[in-house]
């Protein structure tokens, strides 16, 4: 026989498709020529497999050797091929009756000795290949805890080329996927650790019950870090299809932590003031990587010291926090990848860090205009609550009463969420941050016209754009749901504004 074929699937962003390796084998001068769109790394898998073959005691055939890897009009990357690869040339040159691996997806990177080696992206590798009807897969020992997460899929793991060798020409049992590692108890900081800052705890509380974007501003001190790494305390566990969705964008960037189990705490990204803007959004050559606004997807997204940030990465980010997910276009094709997170921002009042009218501030009203002015107008108009933080003071930071700890404030936000799906099922939407103006303008849930008063005389003055308007509304929903009623009400909508505009009441 001098034609094999073995399945395998290749990755466009978190998106994979299945891939038919061939391998024809015909007479003629030796030589390995792979044909269907491969990068590098495929390019150089015909050195890699050529060695891990020899070193696994088995016959190199010397003939003229075609890979081909369809469909061809799909552009292949890394080097989850090569263990398929493998398989199609011994299967190709008569070494291996491949009947065991038919409707079997082989996945794997080979060494030159013949070990197996772990690839990104294993998760949602798997999960393709489920979609497409394959009920078993072959992965690297390393990746076999990740690919059993999915459900319906048979998975068998392979630390060399030999075991594989042996299971297909002898039928040596695979290796069995780990036994379901205990998930750590829930742990981190908490609420209870911020003294005072109520108004800073409420903003924090409306963003997480509707999936609004924060901005934090105050001096240092005054507890702006301390509230943003607490948001995720506060956030629901992510259901099923978040949780998958999550854990495939970590498994595609290499970053999934040990144990192979899905992610279900809502994921924290917070990259230093210095990043670039393929840091923040996705890049790198030939296929895009996630950035951090993807890593942070259903999570947050927490810059700190905002105005030190790159205009160009802050203005970047103005996509996705309007759609929730952000195309990264390279020479090497065209990636979407998911990016509806919850964006906080945190930024002092001028260079110097001092608050306005300390005598040490030596900053001047023009400074402190264009410090904040790194903050660009279209970017504050996405950022549905923003509040100006005071100074702790030394009552608050003293005081012995007892704070809300953050399971107290998570189980108010999980019930406002409930409120919010079941309102918004019918829209398809989740969280009131995810709705439409549209919808919001219209019966049946239009507000009267009472109700929405000041709002609108906000808009017609030009103090509030249209962007804004929507977004008072939905967090107005918010604080509803926080409180119980089915409807927001006149104190509901002006609170809303009060957290947009950052007015004290």
């Excluded at 690839?119 to 990740?146: D, F, K, S, T």
């Excluded at 948001?231 to 960037?253: N, Q």
């Excluded at 992610?263 to 990204?269: A, D, E, K, T, V």
């Amino acid at each position: 026989m001098s034609y094999a074929k073995v399945l395998c699937v290749g990755l466009v962003g978190v998106t994979g498709h299945l891939v038919e390796v061939e391998a024809d084998l015909a007479a003629g001068l030796p030589a390995v020529v792979i044909s269907g769109l491969p990068d590098t790394a495929l390019h150089e898998a015909r050195d890699r497999v050529r060695a891990a073959v020899v070193n696994s005691g088995q016959r190199w055939p010397n003939r003229r050797i075609t890979l081909n890897l369809l469909p061809a009009t799909l552009p292949k990357f890394g080097s989850a091929f090569d263990l398929a690869i493998a398989a199609a040339l011994l299967g190709g040159s008569g070494e291996l009756p491949l009947l065991p691996l038919e409707g079997v997806v082989v996945l794997g990177e080979l060494g030159l000795d013949g070990t197996v080696r772990p690839v990104r992206g294993v998760l949602p590798m798997v999960a393709a290949a489920a979609q497409a009807g394959v009920a078993r897969v072959i992965v690297p020992v390393g990746n076999a805890a990740e690919a059993a997460v999915i459900p319906g899929v048979r998975v068998r793991a392979v630390d060399t080329l030999h075991r594989l060798v042996a299971f297909v020409r002898d039928g040596t049992p695979l290796i069995e996927p780990p036994a379901d590692i205990p998930e750590p108890p829930a742990g981190g900081p908490d609420l209870a650790d911020v003294a005072g800052q109520q108004l800073g705890r409420r903003a924090l509380e409306v963003a997480a019950a509707g999936g609004h974007h924060v901005a934090l501003l105050g001096p240092p001190g005054a507890g702006k870090t301390m509230l943003a790494e607490r948001l995720p305390s506060i956030l629901p566990e992510l259901d099923d299809d978040a949780a998958l969705e999550v854990t495939a964008l970590h498994s595609v960037a290499g970053l999934l932590p040990p144990g192979g189990r899905l992610l279900r705490r809502p994921p924290f990204q917070a990259p230093h003031h210095t990043a670039t803007v393929p840091s923040l959004v996705g890049g790198g050559s030939g296929l895009a990587r996630p950035g951090a606004v993807s890593l942070a997807h259903r999570g947050v997204l927490f810059l700190d010291e905002a105005p030190e940030f790159s205009k160009g990465a802050l203005e970047a980010l103005r996509q996705p926090l309007e759609h929730g997910r952000i195309q990264l276009s390279r020479s090497g094709g065209s990636t979407v990848y998911p990016a509806r997170t919850q964006l906080v921002l945190a930024a002092n009042p001028c260079p110097c860090a001092q608050p306005a009218g300390n005598a040490r501030c030596e900053c001047s009203p023009l400074v402190r205009r264009r410090y904040l002015g790194r903050l660009s107008g279209p970017l504050l108009d996405r950022i549905d609550v923003q509040v100006q933080l005071m100074p702790v003071r030394a009552a608050e930071l003293m005081a012995t009463d007892s704070v809300e700890p953050s399971a107290t404030v998570a189980a108010r936000v999980a019930a406002a969420r409930q409120a919010a799906a079941a309102r918004w099922a019918d829209l398809g939407r989740r969280l009131n941050a995810e709705v439409e103006g549209p919808h919001l303008r219209r019966p049946p849930w239009r507000l009267p016209a009472r109700v929405t008063v000041e709002l609108r005389g906000r808009l017609d003055s030009g103090s509030l754009s249209a962007r804004g308007f929507d977004r008072v509304i939905r967090m107005a929903w918010t604080i509803a749901d926080l409180d119980g009623r089915d409807r927001p009400d006149q104190d509901d909508v002006r609170e809303a504004l009060q957290l947009r505009t950052g007015e004290v009441a």
